[in-house]
């Protein structure tokens, strides 16, 4: 019988519902013109995705899980381009929202 290891994972990463929330808000920014490309990085306290305007430059938005921090103030935080903390949570649909809100636009009724 093989003991079960007790030591911490070796790296922190997006399980499957994460990954494809997040994935669909990439899909959502890509098509109203606002990204074009992402990076991911997975280290060993966190795991992060960046989405950016063009592949040459800053990063626009960055994402980041780090589970150490899931009983203080949240994993979740979500940073602007120049690295300021837009938002900050426990739960990743409420970190998503600054980045959603984009995505609405206001329709006028014209009758």
């Not at 949240?74 to 970190?95: C, D, I, N, P, S």
């Amino acid at each position: 019988m093989v003991p079960f290891p007790t030591t911490a994972p070796t790296q922190v990463g997006f399980d499957r519902v994460e990954l494809t929330r997040i994935l669909d808000l990439y899909g959502r920014m890509v098509a109203a013109g606002e990204w074009k490309d992402y990076a991911m990085d997975f280290g060993r306290e966190a795991a992060s995705l960046m989405a950016f305007r063009r592949a040459a430059e800053r990063p626009q938005a960055r994402l980041e899980k780090r589970p150490a921090l899931r009983n203080k103030q949240g994993m979740w935080t979500l940073f602007g381009e120049t690295g300021q903390v837009l938002k900050r949570g426990h739960e990743l649909a409420g970190v998503l929202s600054p980045i959603e809100r984009r995505l609405l636009k206001v329709v006028e009724d014209r009758l």
